[in-house]
């Protein structure tokens, strides 16, 4: 099984080709708007938490160009099933995400033969957010 798979639906779920290099597993709480401190002799901190959402930081490196296109377009959509294996839970799931910003530095090196010119991506990386 493949460290993530990613579809538009979780019948749509496909192996995601190049295995990232890193993935960073994060759980963030979601406080209410009242949440704080309040202004009593301790300055009591209130957590008020109303939920709890995951975050994956992916990154990839030294993709070649047809892997790194292969793979922001199964994350092109605006929300993505993602299975992934949860750190919590001890096992695989599948949740809904959306995907933050996508950087790819590369550079473009010139060779000489039958290739011509071509982009070597130095990493791909970008998070992706519960929904």
């Not at 709480?29 to 938490?49: E, F, H, L, W």
């Not at 001890?90 to 039958?114: C, M, Q, S, W």
Request: glycine fraction near 6%.
């Amino acid at each position: 099984m493949a460290a993530l798979a990613v579809g538009t639906s979780v019948s749509s779920l496909k192996d995601v080709p190049v295995e990232p290099d890193v993935i960073d597993w994060d759980v963030n709480d979601i406080s209410s708007p009242d949440a704080g401190r309040v202004q009593d002799a301790n300055c009591t901190m209130y957590k008020r938490r109303i939920g709890r959402k995951r975050k994956l930081s992916l990154a990839w490196h030294n993709p070649t160009l047809a892997q790194a296109s292969g793979i922001l377009k199964m994350f092109a959509p605006e929300y993505v099933h993602v299975r992934f294996l949860d750190v919590e839970e001890g096992k695989f799931i599948t949740r809904e995400f959306y995907t933050g910003d996508k950087k790819a530095p590369f550079r473009r090196i010139n060779l000489t033969g039958p290739s011509g010119q071509t982009a070597v991506i130095s990493a791909l990386s970008f998070d992706i957010v519960e929904r």
